[in-house]
């Protein structure tokens, strides 16, 4: 194990190994929060108090099963705070640690810094047209739909919320989709309500969630980057670490699996032509073109959209461009951990790459997909 790590506010720090304590300086009654994300699929950190009289909360997140947890501590916070993690299982490696906050409370703002990228993401919509909705907003790390709301009420982009579903994910339950779904409803702005959706994790989701619960949200979203299990009877997520042994046989299961994907009854195909890291580097030969118009043509014939998501290299240029010939239309998302706004970069690269019109842009009304 690590040596203790002394955090400190804005920090991001890659570490070789879940640190055996954390400490941190925080004033009387001042907030501590911090996030560990470690890619390996499965640990459980328990939250230890060790010398202090603090008041913990280990909210979940996705921790049980992307390995993501944020641990905040909130209130009477004595100085010096210091929080104990332990943990079962072999050693880990390559954990990511992201303070937040040390020290005074402060108010979160969701709100997008105006930055010069921003203002000519801005400024190519109005010269455009294009009125941008984020679809891949998840609701999860601190982020709220109220502050959802808020960042649309800011910058004229509009807001969505969104819930993971899925066996190994924390909601698999009607009833509580359908009480995610009443509350995000309940929050308008600009006197629409918050569009609100579900991100499917299982690929029988469609018979796992009753028509009643479908018919509450206005759209459902899937990524491919979940395919197949582990010996461990998990799912197997391709962000992590993956040994592909033969690569020509891993991408025709790939390319089937998207399809199979395409065929379920969803509205956005989230990140898609993502790679797994291992072989991300070999994209434009493994995406041939006739895998890339198999992908396209279904989305297109479905209206399904093609999502251009902040941060991911995927989909690649040409993709994007076959994608636009062949009459695909195309959706923007976030896909966030938390309240922070992401750097919409590639929302603008991808604009641009496009030369992208109003008519580009899908709506949920583009979906020609009959409910399940
Ligand atoms: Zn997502």
């Known amino acids: 194990m690590d040596d ?20 941190a300086q925080v004033p009387k009654g001042g907030k501590l929060r911090f996030m560990l994300e470690e890619t390996d699929s499965e ?14 909360e280990h909210r979940k997140g996705d921790s049980h099963t992307t390995g993501r947890a ?50 000519m993401l801005m400024a190519a ?23 959802a709301a808020m960042r649309e009420a800011d910058c004229g982009i509009r807001s969505s919320a969104m819930e993971n579903h899925g066996r190994e994910w924390e909601i698999y339950d009607n009833r509580k989709l359908r009480a995610f779904a009443e509350k995000a409803h ?45 010996p461990s009877g998990r799912d197997n997520r391709l962000w992590l670490d993956q040994s592909i042994k033969d690569i020509p046989a891993w991408m025709a299961a790939y390319t089937e699996h998207t399809l199979r994907i395409l065929d379920e009854p969803i509205s956005i195909l989230a990140n898609p032509t993502y790679l797994p890291k291992e072989i991300a580097d070999a994209y434009d030969d493994l995406w041939t073109e006739e895998r890339m118009k198999a992908v396209i043509a279904k989305a297109a014939e479905k209206g399904i959209a093609l999502e251009i998501q902040a941060g991911s290299p995927f989909p690649r240029p040409k993709f994007l461009k076959l994608a636009k010939s062949m009459g695909a239309k195309f959706s923007f998302g976030t896909n966030n951990f938390d309240p922070m706004p992401k750097d919409l970069s590639r929302w603008l690269e991808a604009i641009e790459w496009l030369d992208m019109t109003p008519d580009d842009l899908w709506s949920p009304s583009d979906n020609k997909q009959r409910k399940p």
């Not at 203790?4 to 400490?23: F, I, Q, R």
């Not at 640990?43 to 913990?56: G, K, R, S, Y």
């Not at 994790?201 to 491919?224: G, K, M, P, V």
């Open 70 to 119: 944020v641990i905040e501590v909130a209130s009477h916070v004595q100085t010096p705070a210091r929080v104990e993690l332990s943990y079962e299982g072999p050693s880990r490696r390559n954990i990511r640690l992201i303070v937040y906050t040390v020290g005074e409370q402060k108010s979160i703002s969701p709100n997008y810094p105006r930055t010069p990228v921003f203002g």
């Open 4 to 23: 203790a790590v002394a955090l400190k506010n804005g920090d991001v720090m890659m570490l070789a190994n879940l640190p055996s304590e954390v400490t």
């Open 186 to 230: 309940a929050v308008s702005i600009n006197g629409h309500h918050l569009p609100t959706g579900i991100q499917v994790n299982d690929r029988d989701w469609f018979s796992q969630i009753d028509a009643e619960t479908r018919s509450c949200f206005d759209y459902i979203l899937a990524d491919t980057m979940i395919m197949g299990k582990l």
């Open 43 to 56: 640990w459980n950190a328990d939250f230890n108090n060790a010398e202090c009289d603090l008041q913990a």
């Open 125 to 147: 919509c109005r010269k455009r047209g294009l009125v941008l909705t984020d679809w891949h907003i998840h609701i999860r790390g601190g982020m709220t739909p109220e502050l």
